[in-house]
């Protein structure tokens, strides 16, 4: 445990790029964007705490752990992947399904998070209505991403802590939603109200 964990460099140093990776995606300005920049810190900040930090989950569950599962050592690193560990996949986590699938959501989280607020940024120039891009599949794709990265992360690393963090945040980042939309429709009127019919708030809809 002593070298697997207590790495609070690490801590720091990998909640610091991925925030601020984030940071440069979103700009946040008013006080519901750094609402919903704070929500995703927090996880990621909670994330890996427990990832290089101190390992929660896994001192809570040990002794279910180590009877369920005799031949790990649940306080190397590699079996903190507990998805990995729990299916049996063998070999290096790293290379599992889980992780690999957790690559492929946070980075398409980012790249989502990277489109959107380009067009939004563009929008907020113009004073108009983000219709392109991401935004005419979906009228959040921001809090989308975020939900997305998160996700990923949790598959590679689940935890107490992020499993009760995550559908809070989807709950607040629902009513962010809620609260923009009412805002927007102030703003454009019957423009937003046209757009709005069109386009689903979260989850696109098939092509014919």
Known sequence: MENSYGLWSLVIINSLVFIIFAFSF???KT??????????SAFIIALFTE???FPLTIYFFSG???TKFPGIDFFAHNSGHLFEDFFGWGGDPHFGPFHIASYILIIYGFTLLSKAWKVLYKA???HTLATTGPYARIRHPQYVGFVIIM???FLQWP???TLIMFPILVWMYT???KSEEKDSQKEFGELWNEYAEKIPAFIPRQKN
């Open 151 to 153: 996700f990923g992360f």
């Open 51 to 53: 990832m290089y930090g």
């Open 26 to 28: 979103t700009k946040p």
């Open 64 to 66: 279910w752990l180590s």
């Open 31 to 40: 006080s519901r964007d750094w609402r919903s920049f704070g929500g995703f």
């Open 124 to 126: 907020q120039s113009e």
């Open 159 to 161: 935890t107490i802590l």
């Open 175 to 177: 009513r962010l939603a």
